[in-house]
């Protein structure tokens, strides 16, 4: 199988720009990004200037749908799915009494990404949230972590996550992200990829 990655809630390309720049043999032929209640699709429109659409799905272009709208049947095979899923419902922008995780407006969307690693079964998954994601809710720390940690165990998948500090390695600002590595548990993804 291809080095082939889809990466999901792109924004304007940062894992794609990481792996263009740092890792070879990777190629991105899927990415969504869409914002909820935009007239203008700012985001997508400068991941498209950037790195230029992906490839048709059934003669339409659904890059910059509502990702829950998007059959996952559709989407083309990948060993590799890659995203940051919105971290409002998690992040410091609300209390933590106030802040509705996985339950929220965009904290759901991680069932998309769920429902993708279940109908497309990529041998690796790299994830990458606010550091708050590991205390969500505030009344079950640790609850949503917890519910996100036990799909990919259903779906027979291994994780590994840290909490990383980008100042730390060369950013400006301190900013802890917990960053998740998830692989099948099947012992020829190792022999493919190295």
């Known amino acids: 199988m291809e080095k082939t990655i889809c990466e999901l809630f792109a924004g304007v390309g940062g894992f794609r720009l990481g792996f263009d720049r740092l890792a070879s043999g990777w190629k991105t032929t899927w990415f969504s990004q869409w914002e909820p209640g935009k007239k203008v699709q700012w985001a997508h429109d400068c991941y498209v200037q950037h790195f230029g659409d992906s490839p048709d799905i059934d003669g339409e272009l659904h890059t910059g749908d509502d990702i829950s709208t998007v059959d996952k049947s559709k989407i083309p095979d990948h060993s590799l799915l890659v995203g940051g899923f919105p971290c409002q419902d998690y992040s410091v922008a609300h209390t933590l009494a106030s802040a509705k995780g996985i339950e929220g407006k965009k904290g759901v969307l991680w069932w998309q990404i769920r429902d993708i690693l279940e109908e497309k079964c990529p041998p690796f998954c790299i994830l990458e949230n606010v550091d708050r994601l590991l205390k969500s809710p505030a009344k079950q720390r640790g609850r949503d972590f917890g519910v996100i940690l036990a799909c990919f165990a259903e779906l027979g998948y291994s994780v ?21 590595f998830a692989y099948k548990n099947d012992d020829t993804n190792v022999v493919k990829y190295a």
Not at 160 to 180: D, H, K, P, S
Request: charged content about 25%; hydrophobic content about 50%.
């Open 160 to 180: 590994e996550w840290r909490v990383v500090n980008a100042a730390l390695y060369g950013a400006a600002q301190r900013r802890r992200m917990t960053f998740i």
